[in-house]
């Protein structure tokens, strides 16, 4: 089991930048392949980005390309969500997940139901 605990956000004028990091705790972090997901007001939870557990490849949301770039860094056990040009409608709680993953996997899983473990959230408000 992983434990997951965001740190990172707040409030922030439109097109300013944040940096959301994510420390896992428990067993290897390596042996993880990661994502990020937020949920706004009223609505659902969505894909925004995810690393594999090499870290080889990464995958965005297109309603972020461009703008956010997920890394991580296995000897410190986190992962990261750059987030530049920061817009209104980027305002929500943001998620980090942690799923069981091979090694040889190529593949970024978008779809929150495939993670199976999540952190608390932590709050991102872009005011224009």
């Known amino acids: 089991q992983v434990q997951l605990v965001e740190s990172g956000g707040g409030s922030v004028q439109a097109g300013g930048s944040l940096r959301l990091s994510c420390v896992a705790s428990?067993?290897?972090?390596?042996?993880?392949?990661m994502g990020w997901f937020r949920q706004a007001p009223g609505k659902e939870r969505e894909f925004v980005a995810g690393?594999?557990?090499?870290?080889?490849?990464?995958d965005n949301a297109d309603s972020v390309k461009g703008r956010f770039t997920i890394s991580s860094n296995n000897a410190k056990n986190t992962v990261y969500l750059q987030m530049n040009s920061l817009k209104t409608e980027d305002t929500a709680v943001y998620y980090c997940?942690?799923?069981?993953?091979?090694?040889?996997?190529?593949?970024?899983?978008?779809?929150?139901?495939?993670?199976?473990?999540w952190g608390q959230g932590t709050q991102v408000t872009v005011s224009s």
């Open positions: 690393i594999t557990r090499s870290g080889g490849r990464t």
């Open positions: 997940a942690a799923r069981t993953a091979s090694s040889w996997s190529t593949m970024v899983v978008t779809t929150a139901s495939d993670y199976d473990y």
């Open positions: 428990g067993r290897t972090f390596s042996s993880y392949a």
